[in-house]
């Protein structure tokens, strides 16, 4: 790894400077291996806790800071992953994995008064989506952890095995049964201009409140999940079929007063967020399939919405 320069006579340590530059790799890391933002901050501000708690002699020490900081941030969120699947086992309704929106929607604030620097942000690409994501959640913490780091950040097995304690064999292993998890359910991906259009369409016939146009862009066998974690707008099961998707959707419009529907990226795809009188209550997010959408998670959960909106000014 290679440190910044810096200008003649600057004073900054270059060691800080190195081990800081790793700060958004470990954000990018720690996101995918986790699905939570709040988890993500904890893991990242814990990493950098451990170090600064080194004594100078054992940081010299240390061949590559970058190395050693993705270790640590890993073995953290694998210890994490075992503990939340404990913690979801009492969570109120279907848990889904914290939307991200598009960087120039991201609210650079949080509700205790610290500023998020935009570099901080998680990129968006493929292994962020909402599927992918989701079925992220279904593996075992050591498989989600090999397969981030093997298959998403390109770590080699024998790199994998010294952060999880296992063999590269079985890392080897574990990213292989990952990875036939990620490829059993997916089907071809449309374009993102066909995406789009779907979802624009679908928020149009859900302003009209029109069931039949709603029905028709929604796969029969569709299955919309709603995530409030017992706080707001929980489901406690999954809503199976279209018209019956349709029809919730056009009683939840109906419930709430002046619900708008704004198009927005969420999670790198076409999504929608609602709004309440300019406070988002829900992000929806979409997995669409030959023409259809076959999935709809919407996160309600106010918590996983603080990227979203921080609320009017008090």
């Known amino acids: 790894m290679t440190t910044p320069s810096e200008p003649e006579g600057d004073q900054l340590d270059p060691g800080l400077s190195a081990i800081m530059s790793e700060r958004r790799h470990l954000i990018n890391l720690a996101y995918r291996l986790l699905g939570s933002l709040d988890d993500t901050e904890d893991v990242v501000q814990e990493t950098y806790t451990r170090w600064y708690a080194l004594s100078r002699r054992q940081q010299d020490a240390i061949a590559s800071p970058g190395a050693w900081l993705t270790t640590v ?32 929607e991201w609210i650079t604030g949080r509700a205790d008064g610290i500023t998020v620097d935009p570099a ?74 066909g ?34 974690g017992g706080i707001v707008g929980a489901l406690l099961h999954p809503i199976e079929g279209a018209e019956q998707i ?13 619900l708008t529907i704004l198009e927005r990226t969420v999670n790198g795809q076409p999504g929608l967020v609602a709004q309440q009188d300019g406070i988002t209550v829900s992000v929806y997010a979409f997995d669409i399939a030959g023409g259809r959408i076959r999935r709809i998670w919407a996160v309600r959960n106010p918590d996983k919405l603080r990227p979203w909106t921080m609320g009017p000014p008090q």
């Open 73 to 104: 941030a890993s073995r953290i969120c694998l210890n994490l992953l075992s503990s939340a699947r404990a913690r979801r086992e009492t969570y109120v309704g279907e848990w889904i994995p914290e939307p991200l929106p598009e960087p120039t």
């Open 120 to 193: 901080d942000r998680v990129t968006l690409d493929e292994s962020v989506n909402m599927a992918f994501l989701v079925v992220l959640e279904s593996m075992t913490p050591a498989e989600r952890v090999a397969f981030i780091l093997h298959d998403v950040f390109r770590y080699s097995f024998a790199e994998v095995a010294d952060i999880v304690g296992r063999t590269p064999a079985a890392c080897r292993q574990l990213a292989s049964s990952a990875r036939r998890r990620i490829r059993a359910p997916q089907t071809p991906a449309p374009v993102a201009a």
């Open 195 to 228: 995406q789009a259009r779907i979802v624009k369409d679908f928020k149009q016939a859900w302003e009209v409140k029109d069931i039949n146009a709603l029905i028709g862009l929604l796969d029969p066998d569709a299955t919309a999940i709603a995530d409030g």
């Open 246 to 258: 349709a029809r919730s959707l056009v009683n939840l419009e109906g419930r709430l007063h002046k």
